[in-house]
């Protein structure tokens, strides 16, 4: 439990560091969270795609999310994505788990990552949980924080902006 929370801890002061600008410059900005998330009013209405992606090709993380956030191939989300809106544009977070190792996930979020050009900006190594975080400066951005499970599967949690 003190991992997951650290880990939670971790993730969201990466994403404050991660936009680049001062922390009460995005408390004045209110946030939409709205389930669309940032998607026209047509394609919320449709609902989430039914079509799978196809065979070695990794799902979306969430309808409308940039090629680098994906599911990790084999990952099992624990529920549907959280859209938002920000100033930086569209995102949002999704839990997942899998068989792989923390750092099996982060080494393949960070070729995720720069294949989309975004470059580092911070990483995690704390008591076998992993993290990492990318950005091009701009409106995108990826975070992951994977945290082992005794006796259970790697926990991650997965965010993203620029969608």
Same mark, same amino acid.
């Given at each position: 439990?003190?991992?997951?929370?650290?880990?939670?801890?971790?993730?969201?002061?990466?994403?404050?560091?991660?936009?680049?600008?001062?922390?009460?410059?995005?408390?004045?900005?209110?946030?939409?969270?709205?389930?669309?998330?940032?998607?026209?009013?047509?394609?919320?209405? /449709?609902?989430?795609?039914?079509?799978?992606?196809?065979?070695?090709?990794? /799902?979306?993380?969430?309808?409308?999310?940039?090629?680098?956030?994906?599911?990790?191939?084999?990952?099992?989300?624990?529920?549907?994505?959280?859209?938002?809106?920000?100033?930086?544009?569209?995102?949002?977070?999704?839990?997942?788990?899998?068989?792989?190792?923390?750092?099996?996930?982060?080494?393949?979020?960070?070729?995720?990552?720069?294949?989309?050009?975004?470059?580092?900006?911070?990483?995690?190594?704390?008591?076998?949980?992993?993290?990492?975080?990318?950005?091009?400066?701009?409106?995108?951005?990826?975070?992951?924080?994977?945290?082992?499970?005794?006796?259970?599967?790697?926990?991650?949690?997965?965010?993203?902006?620029?969608?």
């Amino acid at each position: 439990m003190k991992r997951m929370l650290w880990a939670a801890a971790f993730s969201a002061a990466i994403v404050m560091a991660g936009c680049g600008e001062k922390v009460e410059d995005k408390a004045a900005t209110p946030v939409d969270a709205t389930p669309a998330g940032g998607m026209s009013e047509a394609d919320a209405a /449709a609902g989430p795609s039914t079509t799978p992606p196809p065979p070695g090709t990794p /799902a979306p993380a969430a309808a409308g999310a940039p090629e680098y956030a994906v599911i990790y191939p084999g990952g099992e989300p624990k529920g549907d994505a959280t859209p938002g809106m920000s100033p930086a544009g569209p995102g949002g977070i999704l839990s997942f788990s899998t068989d792989a190792t923390p750092d099996q996930v982060v080494e393949f979020y960070r070729q995720r990552a720069d294949a989309a050009g975004l470059k580092p900006i911070n990483s995690l190594n704390s008591d076998g949980a992993r993290g990492y975080s990318a950005g091009d400066g701009g409106d995108k951005l990826l975070n992951v924080v994977a945290t082992p499970v005794d006796g259970g599967p790697t926990d991650v949690l997965l965010s993203w902006t620029g969608g």
